[in-house]
């Protein structure tokens, strides 16, 4: 005997159509005026009782017709085939899913009511692809483990430990030369420290860490200590030839979704990619430029299960004021998040990783911490949504207790996104000149990264180098 199945959405259908067909009937039962009791003699109660019955058929007859029981059905059949409609192609379409987060959508999933509720808000017609069974189960399986991974990475008083940046920093150390073994015994070093995963959640390897295999064991390694392999993507910068002298654009879109596969297949779980602007003398190309890029990886990623990280870096070199740096940052932030929609990426599975709004490195004035967090927040509350889970703050090219300063001063702040820190230890911290190349100088470099980051964390939490 062939077993029949009925689908959520088919169930409903016919519970609204029984529902609607049934009312004419409901009405006649319940909500015909009843007449009052009347005192009668005896000799006329006949009489009166005949004329009662058939007043009350008269009434029946005019208020449940034909035509009332035939409204009914069409409209049972039309509100079946609408939902039914809503339920299938729930996970067409951006706009719908847009126009949801952009109303609020929170830190949870994807919801089906918006779905059901929300027309499209571009007006636009879509024909509708008919997807099986098994795709819509790979989608909402891939969207939940999404989730767990951005959940897993933004804890309170954790951030995400960068150890990808020695591939292109060449010469860093007279003493040390930059080659492959070495920069593994460095990231085998540091991630070799003890209560490591009280202080981070995630570490972000490089690419060749997963393409060699004796590099691939820096992902069990960290894996073991409790942190989520996280992997750099993007390959450089090139300059961009239509703008202004001297400016760049990110490299790597070619071939991107064959090297996502094979990291998630290797063990990686999030993905960073970078993108550089500069303030002064800065073209309108080079944000639609870093814009597009960030959205497109990041979509790439989530269709290969890994959470995108989006790293946008406002360079400091110049004499700018925080004016003109918060006038960038907006504008790359705005660029950045209308891409994003356009490319369908799902906000909830996203990390931000954005430099702070800080004037230039030549500038003659400089910022205090309060300063710094009242215009980083002002421009993220202008332009990140709040589905958004969290932001990781880079600290590079300013000191640790001004970085770690400012990023206490904007947990101070009511916000609605996880605030956090991304610490690199080649650029920010000493690590890489303690370590010098010398097995014996592990257990300084450790010690030295466990005090920095114990420091970004009570930041995280609120508290600042000088309360602490």
Request: net charge negative; glycine share 6%.
């Amino acid at each position: 005997m062939k077993t029949v199945y009925f689908s959520r959405s088919t169930l409903l259908s016919l519970v609204l159509s029984l529902g609607l067909m049934m009312l004419p009937l409901l009405q006649r039962q319940f909500l015909l005026p009843k007449q009052r009791p009347r005192r009668v003699d005896a000799q006329n109660q006949p009489i009166l009782s005949d004329l009662i019955r058939k007043s009350h058929q008269q009434d029946a007859e005019q208020f449940v017709g034909p035509s009332s029981i035939t409204i009914s059905v069409i409209a049972g059949a039309s509100v079946a085939f609408i939902v039914q409609h809503s339920w299938r192609n729930r996970h067409l379409g951006s706009s719908w899913r847009s126009y949801a987060l952009r109303s609020g959508g929170g830190r949870s999933s994807k919801s089906i009511l918006p779905l059901l509720l929300l027309r499209r808000n571009d007006g636009s017609s879509q024909s509708v692809q008919k997807h099986d069974k098994d795709h819509i189960l790979e989608e909402l399986v891939n969207e939940h483990e999404l989730i767990t991974t951005t959940r897993g990475l933004c804890l309170p008083g954790k951030g995400l430990l960068a150890l990808d940046e020695l591939v292109e920093d060449d010469g860093l150390l007279p003493t040390v030369e930059n080659t492959m073994e070495n920069r593994v015994r460095f990231r085998e070093t540091l991630l070799d420290a003890a209560q490591l995963s009280r202080l981070f959640s995630g570490a972000i390897l490089t690419e060749e860490d997963f393409a060699d295999a004796r590099a691939r064991n820096l992902l069990k390694l960290a894996s073991e200590k409790g942190l989520i392999p996280g992997v750099r993507l993007d390959r450089g910068s090139a300059i961009l030839q239509a703008g202004e002298v001297g400016e760049t654009w990110t490299q790597g879109l070619d071939g991107l979704k064959a090297r996502t596969q094979k990291c998630f297949e290797y063990g990686a779980r999030f993905a960073k990619w970078r993108a550089a602007v500069r303030v002064p003398n800065h073209s309108q190309l080079a944000i639609s430029e870093a814009a597009h890029g960030l959205a497109h990886f990041a979509s790439i990623c989530q269709s290969s299960g890994l959470v995108p990280a989006l790293d946008i870096q406002i360079l400091s070199q110049g004499d700018h004021t925080i004016d003109e740096t918060l006038s960038v940052f907006e504008a790359i932030l705005g660029a950045t998040f209308r891409a994003l929609l356009d490319f369908d990426v799902m906000l909830e599975a996203l990390l931000l990783m954005p430099s702070f709004v800080l004037p230039g490195n030549k500038c003659a004035e400089q910022a205090i911490p309060k300063m710094v967090s009242a215009y980083t927040m002002a421009a993220l509350q202008r332009h990140v949504p709040p589905a958004v889970p969290a932001v990781f703050f880079r600290s590079e090219r300013v000191p640790e207790a001004t970085a770690s300063a400012d990023l206490a001063e904007m947990n101070k702040w009511l916000n609605p996104w996880e605030l956090s820190f991304a610490y690199a230890c080649v650029t920010d911290g000493l690590e890489w000149l303690i370590w010098d190349g010398k097995d014996e100088n592990a257990h300084i470099a450790q010690a030295k990264l466990l005090e920095v980051a114990s420091i970004e964390s009570f930041a995280q939490l609120g508290v600042s180098p000088s309360e602490d």
